[in-house]
């Protein structure tokens, strides 16, 4: 069964902290996506990694960056969290080939005060 | 560029009634459309796919969508409602040969009265 996981369910930071957001997936899958989830807006594409190591912008990327060392795991940072990035953020993965779809992970519900 | 379209927000229907979700989409070579469903405090989850095979697809949960060129529609529908079909649902789109990136819809919030 296809798996992706996601680091924390809910979390509470303050402004201006340092915030990671782990994924996981279990699937040998070579793309990997961070989206951010806001009432009334859609899932909007934050960054996305095609490869190890490789990276491409979203929609959104002001603010965030990420990290991909290992083939399964796929790391969102806000640099310096602000208020404006409460949000659900969704982790999904997929296999090469757009015609495959993606499989997401549980969400990761952030509350930055 | 791609883009889709699911107008309005919200939809209430009545237990047993017809489904019909709307997914109206943009693209200027032949796409695939994906529709999603996402239950409270989850991810989402794959509910059918049009890959350019069949128009008429049939997924999980009794749920069709039926892929129309000449209207740029892939509705989805589903004759009779369940309480447990209140949920988000979303349509996106990519094309053929092209980006891994997924384009998707705003969300459609079902609701299934009793």
């Known amino acids: 069964d296809v798996k992706v996981t996601q680091s924390s369910r809910y979390l509470v930071k303050r402004t201006g902290e340092k915030v990671f957001l782990e994924c996981v997936q279990d699937?040998?899958?070579?793309?990997m996506f961070w989206y951010r989830q806001d009432p009334g807006l859609g899932l909007r594409l934050i960054y996305f990694s095609y490869d190890v190591k490789m990276k491409e912008k979203g929609d959104i990327p002001e603010g965030y960056s990420v990290s991909r060392e290992k083939k399964e795991r796929f790391s969102l940072i806000l640099e310096s969290a602000s208020t404006n990035q409460t949000s659900m953020y969704l982790c999904a993965s997929r296999t090469s080939g757009s015609l495959h779809e993606q499989f997401f992970g549980p969400g990761t519900r952030l509350t930055v005060l | 560029a791609q883009s889709v379209t699911q107008l309005g927000s919200h939809v209430s229907v009545s237990e047993g009634a017809l489904v019909l979700l709307r997914c109206n989409y943009s693209?200027?070579?032949?796409?695939?459309l994906f529709w999603y469903v996402q239950y409270p405090n989850q991810g989402l989850q794959l509910l059918l796919k049009y890959t350019s095979a069949a128009t008429l697809v049939k997924g999980i949960n009794g749920f069709e969508a039926e892929f129309k060129k000449s209207e740029t529609s892939f509705h989805l529908t589903k004759p009779s409602a369940h309480m447990s079909d209140a949920a988000e649902y979303f349509c996106?789109?990519?094309?053929?040969?092209?980006?891994?990136?997924?384009?998707f819809g705003k969300g459609m919030k079902l609701t299934v009265n009793p």
């Open positions: 996106a789109v990519t094309f053929q040969g092209g980006s891994e990136k997924l384009v």
């Open positions: 693209s200027s070579v032949p796409p695939y």
């Open positions: 699937m040998d899958h070579e793309n």
